[in-house]
């Protein structure tokens, strides 16, 4: 039924990506590469308060006139590459957010009391304790919140497929599990479907792994746009992406997956050398019931996909039965493109 294994986790060797400058925004890049980019900010950040807390300390120990005072240059608000990143980033969706808010609040405060420790400093001579200790608390502050944002962002990478930054089939499968216990425990309805692109092996073949990877990723951003706020998208395995429709019939998972289908046909890619590429996908869905597994559930979905595939593709079939033996036409079924 599809021309690769599901095991495959990315399309080529590895996503394609360019390195930012300091203060370039983060703005046009993709979800995963902005996490990436995000945390090698925070990185560099530890690196950089913590050489900044050893010259500022450096200053106040050292005699006067020793070349140390090149530590007032880093004092000044947004004087230092955290703080020029975070004023460029501050208003990216990743970046606008309580925690990230809060260590830039800790950080102007750090920079603020370290300047005024160095001018009283420069001024008569005397270390102030009170400010002295203000900056060392801050500093600790700013540290252990760097690190638990760190953690908090590698714990959301770990969960994403990074070529196409829809969620891991690892993710997938707990997330299943817990929704099945859901639908059961409420009884409410909810469907899992598969979804195939029609022709991924002759694209590959013909254009290219990293046109493939182009394909993936135009594919992953319409089924994440253009799905129910609550509806999650997985990487299933090489060009297949699984969905799980909480709360939803198989009338209403067939409205929406109809949507899909509709969206990517109408949305061809443009690869990197000007050509247009038309994409279609087929589409396979069954419903979670009591007496069936998570693994069995998908068995029935891949069933409805694979005859959406022998009935010509870009096609969408769902088992309105699922202990029957045949999946059948969604109400919005359409013909072969």
């Known amino acids: ?13 590895s996503p394609t990506g360019k390195i930012r400058k300091m203060g370039e925004s983060i703005a046009e890049v993709g979800m995963a590469d902005a996490e990436r980019d995000i945390l090698a900010e925070l990185d560099k950040a530890l690196s950089e ?3 900044l807390m050893l010259g500022w300390c450096r200053h106040l120990v050292l005699p006067a006139g020793k070349p140390e005072t090149s530590v007032h240059d880093h004092t000044e608000d947004h004087d230092c590459d955290f703080g020029a990143w975070y004023a460029l980033n501050r208003h990216n969706r990743l970046i606008d957010q309580p925690a990230v808010h809060a260590l830039a609040a ?28 203000m900056m060392s608390l801050r500093a600790e502050s700013f540290f252990a919140q760097l690190r638990r944002l760190e953690r908090a962002f590698r714990t959301a990478r770990s969960d994403v497929d990074p070529l196409t930054g829809t969620y891991n089939r690892q993710t997938m499968l707990g ?15 909810t469907a899992i479907a598969l979804v195939d692109l029609d022709h991924f092996k002759l694209v590959n073949d013909t254009y290219g792994h ?14 994440q746009s253009h799905v129910r706020p609550f509806d ?31 969206v990517i046909e109408a949305s061809p890619v443009t690869l990197t050398d ?13 419903p979670m019931t009591k007496t069936r597994t998570i693994e069995q559930i998908i068995e029935k979905a891949d069933q409805a996909l694979y005859a959406a595939k022998e009935g ?17 036409k969604s109400d919005n079924d359409t013909p072969k493109a």
């Not at 039924?1 to 060797?13: F, I, Q």
């Not at 990293?210 to 089924?223: E, K, T």
């Open 210 to 223: 990293q046109s493939g990877d182009l394909v993936l990723q135009s594919v992953a951003g319409i089924l």
């Open 232 to 262: 999650k998208v997985y990487r299933y395995g090489g060009e297949e992406f699984l969905i799980c429709l909480p709360n939803a019939d198989m009338k209403q998972c067939a409205r929406v997956l109809e949507r899909l289908r509709r």
């Open 106 to 133: 800790t950080h102007e405060q750090l920079h603020a009391s370290a300047k005024r420790l160095l001018d009283g400093y420069d001024i008569d001579g005397d270390v102030d304790e009170a400010e002295f200790e």
């Open 312 to 328: 010509g593709r870009n096609k969408i079939r769902v088992w309105r039965n699922p202990d029957s033996n045949k999946a059948v």
């Open 175 to 189: 997330d299943l599990s817990n929704e099945r216990e859901r639908s059961v425990r409420t009884d409410t309805p």
């Open 49 to 51: 308060h913590i050489s």
């Open 274 to 286: 000007g050509s247009i590429l038309p994409v279609t996908a087929s589409i396979g869905a069954a």
């Open 1 to 13: 039924m599809t021309e690769s294994p599901k095991k495959v986790a990315t399309n080529s060797k």
